[in-house]
């Protein structure tokens, strides 16, 4: 419970920054999202109960700062783990980089298209002016920053740990 408790502090810390900071600078470091990528490395690294939870209260927080309809970006997080989660399980099963980078690409791939469909959906039934417009330029400097990121957090992962050869290695 207490690494919960400290795991959920983190990801309250990283909506913080994706929200206040992230959110106000040029384009490449604004379409960065913090959140999907930590999300998507918990999905890979932790048990599947856990990694949903903390992907349902991160999109939680991550909703009071949305101004699309609320429960869009939560279930568009927790869609992608369980999408990414599946094919871990099931196809990417060799733990490697390049099968880590994949499921990342695919993962943020999926949010994206989620989201944009909710979002479609809504305003198609509701017409208005739409609160996101899909930018290409945009989509493809995230698909790039979360890569780098996960990258990144693949290297300190596995410098701290030596192996990565379970779920349970790191978060137990």
Known sequence: MTRFLLLFLLMLGLVIIQVSFLSSWPLPVKALNLVLTLVIFF??????????????????????????????VSLSLVLTVILVHFLFEHFFTNRSLYAFIGLVLIGTLSYNLIFYAGNFLVHFFQPREWAHIFYPVYFFWQLALNSLIFVILFFVFQLTNRRLASHTTFFK
Do not use: D, K, Q, V
Request: hydrophobic share 55%; net charge neutral; aromatic share 20%.
């Open 43 to 72: 999905a890979l690294t932790m048990p599947y109960s856990r990694a949903l939870a903390l992907t349902f209260s991160s999109g939680l927080l991550l909703e009071f700062y949305s101004i699309n309809f609320f429960g869009l």
